[in-house]
């Protein structure tokens, strides 16, 4: 005699649904083995979330000064205005800058850097503030007219990193235009002007003589960025 009988299937009406066996160290813990991928993505999920949350834990709200979607548009280096100086110093804080108040502090920043000239010709400086949960900073891109603005012939940025300590100072051992430098020459500089720190790298390689960066760098107007 030949018994038929019903197929186990998972949430059907042939019987009880299939379960996962138990290894012997699961039995003993009294608990289904894992799933694979199931941790993975709940880790991802959680990382997710901590992402979305964390600035907004992180920064304690707007930088002094207000509200900065309420502070208006901002006067950078105009009369009666802040500094671009005093914006740096308050990037570096945890906060918001507003879409308006980047727009002008990249504006003032292309207003120091010095005009593309002779094997220069055809380039732009690209500026772009970069607004992060702390020490914001300014990026300053050499980059061909025509697109797709690649390839770069140097990058800056220009960061607030504050007064330079006594115990930092004999990690600057390279002078430019008389401000403490660092770096490998002819491939990046590093100059303190006050508590504003000038990061230029050089890419392309006509940038990559001896000395032509610093020289580039010193065109700034570092004495003003060090008074303020």
Do not use: K
Not at 116 to 126: F, M
Not at 207 to 228: F, I, K, S, T, Y
């Amino acid at each position: 005699m030949t018994l038929h009988l019903p197929l186990a299937t998972p949430g059907g009406h042939g019987g009880p649904p299939l379960r996962p066996s138990l290894s012997p160290a699961n039995r003993r813990r009294g608990r289904p083995p894992r799933r694979p991928g199931r941790v993975g993505a709940g880790r991802a999920a959680l990382l997710l979330a901590a992402l979305a949350v964390g600035p907004l834990a992180g920064c304690g709200g707007d930088r002094p000064g207000g509200d900065a979607a309420t502070r208006g548009a901002p006067t950078v280096g105009s009369e009666g205005g802040e500094s671009l100086v005093a914006w740096l110093r308050r990037g570096a804080a945890p906060g918001d800058t507003s879409t308006e108040e980047r727009e002008a502090i990249e504006e003032a920043v292309r207003e120091l850097l010095p005009q593309p000239a002779g094997d220069l010709a055809g380039h732009q400086w690209r500026v772009t503030y970069h607004d992060l949960p702390t020490a914001d900073f300014v990026s300053a891109e050499l980059v061909p007219d025509e697109p797709p603005g690649y390839p770069r012939a140097l990058w800056m940025h220009l960061v607030w990193r504050g007064p330079l300590e006594p115990a930092a100072r004999g990690g600057y051992r390279r002078e430019v235009a008389g401000y403490p430098a660092r770096g490998l020459p002819g491939h990046h500089v590093f100059v303190r002007a006050g508590g504003v720190e000038v990061r230029a790298v050089a890419e392309a390689e006509a940038m990559r003589e001896e000395g032509r960066l610093e020289a580039l760098v010193a065109e700034l107007p570092l004495a003003r960025l060090a008074e303020d």
